[in-house]
């Protein structure tokens, strides 16, 4: 293993942890930290081994479980995700955030999920992270496109190779971005020179 290869973090449920995110990205040190079945609260429990980790990029992909099988409001997720975020900026100053859009499912959730990306999509600048909008490229309308899934949730492979078609790009511009040089909670705004 080369040192000068970034370490990018997958932080997420199912879709992250069926990824083979070190065959797909063969230039990267890929960490997986997806758990089957983990929610917006399972990812909170466990920042810790995040930051352990110390990675430079961090994808995180999460919410579809707490609108299925928990059946969570859109404020919990929203209000979770956002927790998240503030929290890995405040303890990972240096690292590249990327957020993906909460992905599409059975076309019963598709409200709640669209609505709680609408709010992400608008938070994610107040952290300095990034917003990956999935959901155009694996829809079909108000669900996932039945190309991609064959249980209406999990992705097959096209449907991780839709996915990569537009994650690849994310990881590129968030790459070219600088680095958070201080921690966010530490600026204050009355002190600033500019």
């Not at 758990?35 to 919410?63: C, K, M, W, Y």
């Not at 669209?114 to 300095?128: K, S």
């Not at 070219?176 to 909670?185: E, G, I, K, T």
């Amino acid at each position: 293993m080369t040192t000068d290869r970034t370490t990018v973090l997958f932080l997420g449920d199912s879709i992250t942890a069926g990824g083979s995110w070190d065959a797909w990205l063969p230039d990267e040190r890929t960490v997986n930290q997806g758990v089957n079945g983990d929610t917006s609260d399972g990812v909170l429990q466990r920042l810790e081994a995040v930051v352990a980790e110390q990675p430079e990029v961090i994808v995180l992909l999460i919410g579809t479980n707490d609108f299925g099988s928990h059946r969570a409001s859109v404020e919990h997720v929203v209000r979770n995700v956002e927790t998240i975020l503030v929290t890995l900026r405040r303890e990972l100053p240096g690292a590249r955030l990327l957020l993906v859009s909460i992905l599409p499912r059975q076309a019963e959730f598709s409200t709640k999920i669209e609505e709680a990306n609408r709010h992400l999509r608008q938070f994610v600048a107040t952290c300095h992270a990034q917003y990956l909008d999935a959901w155009p490229a694996l829809a079909d309308g108000d669900h996932l496109d039945e190309r991609f899934t064959d249980d209406g949730l999990h992705l097959t492979e096209d449907g991780y190779r839709a996915y990569l078609d537009e994650l690849v790009p994310a990881l590129e511009r968030v790459r070219d971005l600088p680095p958070m040089s201080r921690p966010f909670q530490a600026i204050d705004l009355d002190e600033a020179s500019y």
